[in-house]
Every structure is written in C-alpha cells, then in structure tokens.
C-alpha cells in the first residue's frame, strides 16, 4: 500500500492502493486524441480538477477506482473521459450486445446532468448516448435502446425495467460506472444495483464516485471492484 497526502490549500488529497499511476497535471498529459481535447477546450476546462488529475491517469490505464470527493468537484468528467477513449478501443460489434458504458445515477436530474456531459464527449465520435429514467414513457425508451447505443446513463429502478423487458442486452459492458453510490443506497437501490452489477460481465472496469463511504457502501466496493485505487479529496479524518 502507498499513499500520498498533499494538504495544497488545506485540501487533502489521498491516493492508496497497489501501484497507483503517476498524477496528471494537465489534460495533456492524459494523451487524448484531438477530438477529445477539442471538446475540452470548448467546455472552458483549462486544467483537470484534483480529483480528475488523481483519477484520470488510474481510469486511463484500465484500473477500478473509488473515488471519493464532494459535489462540484469534476467527478463527472474523470469518469466520461475514460469512458470515451475505452469505447473507442473496443472492437465493432453488434448493437443486439447492447451498450459498452453503462452508467447507475440515484435520480432523474443526475442522470439528464451526466447524459447531457458525455453527449458533449461522444458526439465527435459518433458514440450514441441513451438516458433511461423515470418520468419518460416506457415504450419511447424501449424503441430507442433497441436501435443502440454504446452509453447507458440510467437511474437503478428504470434499467432494471428495461432489463427486464429485454431493452437492451449486457453482452458487450465492460465499463460500469455507479456514481454517488452513497445516495442510490440512501434512495434503497442497493437491491436493484447488486442486480445490475450482477447482468455485467467480470471482466470490466468497475468505477465506484461517492461523497462519503457508508459501510454498506464499502461492503459493496469490496463485493465488486478487484483491486482498485482509491482517491479521496478533501478533509480526512
Ligand atoms: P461532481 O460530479 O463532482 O459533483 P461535476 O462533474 O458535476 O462535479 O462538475 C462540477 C462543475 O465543474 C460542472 O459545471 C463541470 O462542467 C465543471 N468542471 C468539471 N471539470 C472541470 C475542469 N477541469 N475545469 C473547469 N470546470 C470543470
Ligand atoms: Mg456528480
């Protein structure tokens, strides 16, 4: 185990786990591809956030994470970043395999915030993005999913439904994102994300985002990540 404390401007930065990637400074030195870099300088993003520079180089090398840092600090970008250059990297499949990325957010509002976010990113790529939430008709969703996408950004309650209706397939997820993992427990979707989390493949990359780590949730990260690094930004202890 390593760790790193850096107390810059009374924030702790606190990076632990088995040979943990070097820090980034700068977007470039995480060696996107121009478009990528393109759609970063238009969102206004000069240079990554703390948590981004901590996490972007572990996610960019294929690692799981949890990361731990409290709203508004860029936890959005660090994991749709990734995501991209990871679905580029994947071989052509068939849509039938359903998405590569797949996304749980506890409500509506985060869900249409992380959709609208990596929208920004796929969209130089051709890389389609669904949302799938409450609040929309069922049948929409449904006739949308079965014409494909390679992200899913979804809200825990409504995946399962089109799980179960037969949406979408899980063949081809290997990039499985659980963002404010501490609130879906609060909202009592610890069921139906063990349930999603159960329909992915072993073999992906497993990101776990949080503002704080209740027990049930670290049951949970050391349930389903294998071998991941943790960041943890802000006041420890
Ligand atoms: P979190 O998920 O940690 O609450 P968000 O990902 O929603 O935070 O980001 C908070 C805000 O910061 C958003 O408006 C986002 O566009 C902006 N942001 C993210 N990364 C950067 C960056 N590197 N530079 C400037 N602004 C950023
Ligand atoms: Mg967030």
Known sequence: EQDVIDYRKSLAIRVSGFEVPKPVKTFEDCGFAPQIM???????????TSIQCQALPVVLSGRD???????????????????????????ELQKEEGPIGVICAPTRELAHQIYLEAKKFAKAYGIRVS?????????EQFKELKAGCEIVVATPGRLIDMLKMKALAMLRATYLVLDEADRMFDLGFEPQVRSIVGQIRPDRQTLLFSATMPRKVEKLAREILSDPIRVTVGEVG
């Open 38 to 48: 393109g759609a970063i300088k238009k969102q206004g993003y000069e240079k990554p």
């Open 65 to 91: 994470i949890i990361g731990i840092a409290k709203t508004g600090s860029g936890k959005t970008a660090a994991f749709v970043l990734p995501m991209i250059v990871h679905i580029m990297d994947q071989p």
């Open 131 to 139: 949302a799938v939430y409450g609040g929309m008709s069922k049948l």
